[in-house]
């Protein structure tokens, strides 16, 4: 799901080998995988993608928008052509060999790609609570520096109810996903 950690600091988070071999065994034996933030940039690399700086930090909650290549794709099929969406990232990846991209922003021209119709990679998170949200601004809040793509922490915290939104597009997708898998 993500973490301070980027998909080549291997020789500082010896985890991310093994990680990256346990990825691609599931790519190939024909599994659904889907990678959020750190683990969509992991996917990306496995499959032949390579991952950089993005040019803007994206932190905060920001709009989404499918491209015109995700509409078929059933996990995407549901969703509005426009949403927000929380962020909390410095790299982005390139769309591997054969995967297609299907989101972007204005911070960040990748946001989610879909390879094999089973394998999806989200730089974005409909996952986010406001536990984890507050839980990354207690942990993590030396990042909240001045940006364009950067919110303040106050503005990071969902109210009640502000979430429900995400957590229907979050159920949304992954139907389509299951959908997805059973074909």
Same mark, same amino acid.
């Given at each position: 799901?993500?973490?301070?950690?980027?998909?080549?600091?291997?020789?500082?988070?010896?985890?991310?080998?093994?990680?990256?071999?346990?990825?691609?065994?599931?790519?190939?034996?024909?599994?659904?995988?889907?990678?959020?933030?750190?683990?969509?940039?992991?996917?990306?690399?496995?499959?032949?993608?390579?991952?950089?700086?993005?040019?803007?930090? &994206?932190?905060?909650?920001?709009?989404?928008?499918?491209?015109? $290549? %995700? *509409?078929? +794709? @059933?996990?995407?099929?549901? /969703?509005?052509?426009?949403?927000?969406?929380?962020?909390?990232?410095?790299?982005?990846?390139?769309?591997?060999?054969?995967?297609?991209?299907?989101?972007?922003?204005?911070?960040?021209?990748?946001?989610?790609?879909?390879?094999?119709?089973?394998?999806?990679?989200?730089?974005?998170?409909?996952?986010?609570?406001?536990?984890?949200?507050?839980?990354?601004?207690?942990?993590?809040? &030396?990042?909240?520096?001045?940006?364009?793509?950067?919110?303040? $922490? %106050? *503005?990071? +915290? @969902?109210?009640?109810?502000? /979430?429900?939104?995400?957590?229907?597009?979050?159920?949304?997708?992954?139907?389509?996903?299951?959908?997805?898998?059973?074909?």
């Amino acid at each position: 799901m993500g973490g301070p950690m980027g998909v080549y600091d291997e020789s500082v988070y010896s985890w991310l080998a093994p990680e990256k071999r346990f990825i691609g065994e599931a790519v190939a034996a024909g599994k659904t995988v889907l990678g959020i933030c750190l683990g969509a940039q992991l996917l990306a690399v496995v499959l032949g993608g390579a991952v950089r700086r993005n040019v803007h930090r &994206e932190i905060g909650w920001f709009p989404v928008r499918l491209v015109p $290549a %995700a *509409e078929g +794709i @059933p996990a995407f099929a549901g /969703l509005p052509r426009s949403f927000t969406a929380f962020h909390w990232h410095g790299d982005t990846f390139g769309i591997p060999p054969g995967a297609v991209r299907t989101a972007e922003s204005d911070a960040c021209a990748a946001q989610a790609f879909v390879y094999n119709d089973k394998v999806i990679g989200l730089q974005f998170h409909l996952e986010s609570t406001a536990e984890s949200v507050e839980a990354l601004v207690r942990n993590c809040g &030396e990042e909240l520096v001045e940006g364009n793509y950067i919110q303040e $922490a %106050a *503005e990071l +915290i @969902p109210g009640p109810g502000e /979430l429900d939104e995400i957590r229907v597009m979050l159920d949304t997708f992954l139907e389509g996903m299951e959908a997805s898998a059973r074909r």
